[in-house]
């Protein structure tokens, strides 16, 4: 079974936008929340990734918006890796409304991995072990 | 040919991130600017439409990351109709650093329509038409 | 003793800037985290305030940055009701290191309440009761 | 005379929040963009700053909200300079509507320059000459 983390928070109002729905670029803001909370529940701390040199960026992402979420709502966001090498990772998302479940959106996001100097290099093997216990 | 719309501006410092360069969901917004200019200039402001009860919501969006960008770079993003029809709008674009002209991202949204009770719409048709134009 | 409330949440990478800390702007964000928490400690939801056509808009804000926050900090904002009338609220907000406890950044808003017409009416009434018993 | 400084731009739909018009947090944003023209007038590019390990970091911030600014209104930024010390300085700001030329907002900012290692230092003497032609 692919593990999979929950991000919760609620839909701040700097979210919103004039049609009174969430801005779509934000939904980018909460997939890089789950990442966050994923990387944690496999037992690392991205940040700690980076003080040892090792920068995941973004190669693509892509989101599917299914449902407008709305000031104050209560939000999920599910993290799992869809696929993972040492040089590609891919996430996928599952954001929900927290009550009601249904889904919000759904996106993906690949990165890669680079160093201080900006050139690709493979993921610390440490980091990606633990990877691999959640894929 | 179809019609390819030109926004530019300057990377501000609020864009970037800890990494030193433009956070990745923030060429979502650069993509919202491309649109915005595309229609004007095809001769309509997007707020109109909105005053007329039809409101273009974002149904997907993708976005290639090819190069960063960094604070106070000059951008440019070339915006152009990829499908158009009563429904459904797909915009495609190229964002690139102004002077060197090294694309940095591209991207692309699909859009439809709705009116101010939320429901699915067709687009208004003098919108259509002028949209129409630059397809 | 007047009531103060807690808002618990971690720094997004999407807040910090490529000097490594978070955005001076975001803190003002906070802040809406911290009135909107407040209010429901008191027992409404200023989302239903809007609902009934009163909308609380900020006339000043102001903020001073003690020391800096970082991706992933734990923060707390603690925010109290520094002065209430029928016209007028004002909070003030403590932003903290949730661990050390450190003060980040202290913060002020002001506040008038408009109408749907958009022109300055007073609070509703059981609003104000409400906030009254913050006071 | 002092020198004022102006930045036009018009608001980006992302900046707009569910009350229709820009979310306060937004006008920070475009303080930074107002700082970023103003150095410029004078000559210098505070990128170039940072580069030679000066940072100017954000001790205050305030401003007063007058009339909101809705989406694509046409915005400009006058910024001065308030207060030059070796330091600390001081931005002013007068946002407008660029057409109309009412008053927006007005804000201040006050600075101190830290260097790499996150300590106090005084403005390298080639920008403080260069601001002090601005005062």
Request: overall charge positive; glycine content about 6%.
């Amino acid at each position: 079974m692919p593990h999979v983390s929950e991000s919760r928070f609620r839909v701040r109002y700097a979210e919103t936008d004039q049609m009174g729905v969430v801005y779509y670029a934000n939904y980018l803001v909460w997939m890089e929340i789950g990442r966050t909370d994923f990387c944690k529940t496999l037992g690392f701390n991205y940040k700690e990734m980076e003080r040892e040199g090792a920068y995941m960026i973004v190669a693509e992402a892509a989101c599917r918006y299914l449902a407008p979420a709305r000031y104050d709502d209560p939000i999920v966001v599910e993290t799992r890796l869809d696929r993972l090498s040492r040089r590609l990772v891919t996430f996928a998302y599952s954001i929900r409304h927290a009550e009601t479940g249904r889904v919000l959106a759904e996106g993906k996001t690949v990165h890669v991995t680079i160093g201080a100097d900006q050139k690709p290099r493979s993921i610390p093997k440490r980091y990606f072990e633990l990877m691999g216990n959640g894929a």
